[in-house]
Every structure is written in C-alpha cells, then in structure tokens.
C-alpha cells in the first residue's frame, strides 16, 4: 500500500516510537501516584515530555504543557474554558469542526460568533480578521493549516493582530506541529492546541495544548490529579489544573521518542523532504485535463497536501478506484472541514486528498502520478 492520507494520521512511525511504546507497556507505572521506581520513571518521562514540547513550541515553562488526547479535546479545554456569554469571537471558513463545533456550541450559550470567510482558493484575507473586531471581541481562534488544502496561515501575523488589541489568542497546530516552526511568544500564541499522531510522529491518543503562563483557564473536568487528594476543588496549578485522571503514559513515551526523532532530524529537513514530494505531485498532475486542484499554490510553503477532484466524479469513487486498482490511500469526502468546501464550492463532490510524509518516496509520487492521469482518460 502506498500510504498519502498523513494529514489523517501518519501511519509509518520510527521505529524509536513503537520501540518505546512497547517497553513502557512492561515498566511503566502511573505517574505522580506513588513512590515506587515504575511510578516515578513515568513522572521523570513524563516531564521530559514536557520539556521537549516547551523548547519545540518556545514556551517559558514546562508546567505550561498539558497533555490530552488529541487536538479535539486540546480545543474543547480552550474554547469552552475561557470564553464567556457576552464574549465575542473570530474564526474563519478554512476551520476544522474540532473548532467550529465547540464555537457553535458557545454561541448557542450566548457566545457571539463571526466567521471570516475564505476566498474561492480556499485562504482568507488576514485585514479581515482585524476588521471583524468590535468592543467586545475576547477571542481570535484560527488554524495554523488548513487540513483540506494545505494552505499556510501566517500565525506570527494574525498574533500581532490580536496582541494590538489585547485579545486571546488560540491556534489548532494540528497539522504544523513537528513540521513548521512555531514560537508562542514571538508569535503572541495564548494557547497552542496539537496533536501527537501527525507531524509529531507519535501515537495515536497523545496530544496536548501550551497556556501562556498567567493565564487562567477553566478545566472541561475534575477528578484524580495524585495531590491534594482531601480537597473538594481540583487543583489549580499547572500542568494538574487541566489533567484530571491517569494520562497516556504509554502513548507519552511513544510522544518522547518522537520528539527525539524530530529533535535529531530537524523541523526544517522533515518540511522541505514533505514539500519537495508535494510539489512533484502537483506539477504531475496540475495540468491533467479534467483535474481541478484546490488551495493555493502560489506559495510552496504549505502543509504537504494537494487536494482535487477529476471532472464531474464522486470523490469517494476516485478514492476507492485509487485504493482498488493501484493501492494508494487517500481520503475523499468532507474531511471534517465543511466551511472550506462551502468556499471551495465542493460540498456535493467532496475532494480526494494527497498528503504526504517525508517517509514516502518519489517512486510512490511518480506511481500516484500516473494513476491520475489513467484515470482521468477514462
């Protein structure tokens, strides 16, 4: 199987990775929650986690790195935790329902929500952000990729924005962590919410989200934390404020390894490896009659996604015909993203998406290449 579906999840992990799933499997104990040698390397791993993910995103203290289960649940913890009824808040049409659905929930609850529209190409205009702000803005929310097109938001920018005005602001790094450079402090990030099964190599079940420190957020739930186990109120501190219950030690020491990987092989090298196969992607098939490629291409700076559709056909039929015919895995359909496809103007036909890793080869690019084009002469 030639595996394109990496903005799911990236299936091919080091071998680190599964290494270090497997021996914590049979040693690892539950951090914080006794004083016992298997207890107490968790805690020590656990931290070092912690530590890896503070220096890869510039944060200012490891007790500011929450772990969760995912970029969903990262998202949720922000969203509903700091914003009020009254409040207002900016998002865009390029969001994933991992932001948007928590959003319309807050609106239901007397959250005032606008929604930035995105252009044809799928990328909005980031004066229209600063345009939407009123008197009672609290909150810009927006991604740092889209994960339907791959278009690149300037994160750094839109911070300024909400710096100048003194507003929150919450980034989805679900598809840049581990692969674009992310600072939270030069960029004025307030809350940077990402998950450990994409860019960052790691397991499934891992991800996290940085708090800028002083910042005060109100956890989504309460319960075990291994201190102040007489208290009727779950701790306030950080990291504890935020992860009631035992965490993913295991999938944390899969999160570690990976984060050595990234660590040894760099951020920049894995980026230019994943748009190098992208761009050879798009050239092949960019100009394949009756092959209509969406986002915005102007830039090659851009998550490693090319995302098309061949003439009138169903994209889940393309999809199923890449898979049956040439075993290639993509994903058609909506992908979680439907505001994009409003913009894109595929809400009917959804769209088959290519997202590569720096684990695929150009003979597996070349391969998809040439399924394309087959399959658009039929």
């Known amino acids: 199987m030639i595996y394109l579906d990496n903005a799911a999840t990236t299936m091919h992990k080091p071998q680190e990775v599964i290494d270090a799933v497997v021996q914590a499997m049979s040693s ?4 914080g929650r006794g004083a016992n040698e298997a207890s107490l390397s968790a805690s020590r791993l656990i931290y070092d986690t912690r530590d890896r993910l503070c220096r890869l995103f510039g ?8 772990f969760t289960n995912n970029s969903t649940e990262s998202l949720n913890i922000a969203i509903k935790g700091l914003l009020e009824p009254g409040d207002h808040v900016i998002t865009t049409m390029m969001e994933h329902n991992s932001v948007l659905r928590p959003l319309y929930e807050m609106e239901r609850r007397g959250v005032r929500l606008t929604i930035v529209r995105a252009d044809e190409r799928g990328t909005v205009n980031l004066a229209d952000i600063e345009d939407a702000i009123a008197p009672d803005t609290k909150m810009i929310v927006c991604t740092n990729g889209s994960n339907l097109t791959g278009n690149y938001v300037h994160i750094g920018r839109v911070g300024e924005i909400a710096h100048k005005h003194g507003l929150l602001f919450v980034v989805d790094a679900s598809q840049t962590a581990g692969v674009f450079p992310i600072d939270v402090q030069d960029m004025h990030i307030d809350v940077l919410c990402f998950t450990g099964h994409k860019g960052l190599l790691g397991p499934q079940g891992t991800g ?4 800028r420190e002083g910042l005060s957020v109100r956890p989504l739930k309460s319960g075990g ?5 007489y208290s009727k109120t779950h701790p306030e501190q950080m990291p504890t404020a935020l992860e009631a219950g035992t965490l993913n030690g295991h999938g944390i020491a899969g999160l570690n390894a990976a984060l050595k990987y990234i660590e040894d092989e760099g951020v920049d090298s894995i980026r230019a490896r994943e748009q190098k196969l992208m761009k050879r992607f798009y050239e092949g098939v960019k100009d394949i009659p009756g092959v209509k490629i969406y986002g915005d291409f102007d830039d090659m700076n851009r998550c490693a996604i090319v995302t098309l559709n061949i003439g009138d056909y169903d994209s ?3 999809s199923d015909e890449l898979l049956m015919e040439y075993g290639i895995s993509t994903r058609p359909g909506g992908h979680c993203a439907p505001l994009m496809h409003e913009a894109l103007g595929t809400v009917e036909q959804g769209a088959v998406r290519f997202s590569f890793s720096h684990y695929n080869t150009d003979e597996e690019v070349d391969i998809a290449i040439r399924a394309i084009q087959e399959l658009a002469e039929d």
């Open 28 to 31: 690892m104990g539950n951090a």
């Open 59 to 66: 944060g200012e203290n490891a007790r500011q790195i929450v």
């Open 208 to 211: 996290g989200m940085y708090v």
């Open 225 to 229: 934390s291994g201190i102040m186990t």
């Open 316 to 318: 889940s039929e393309v």
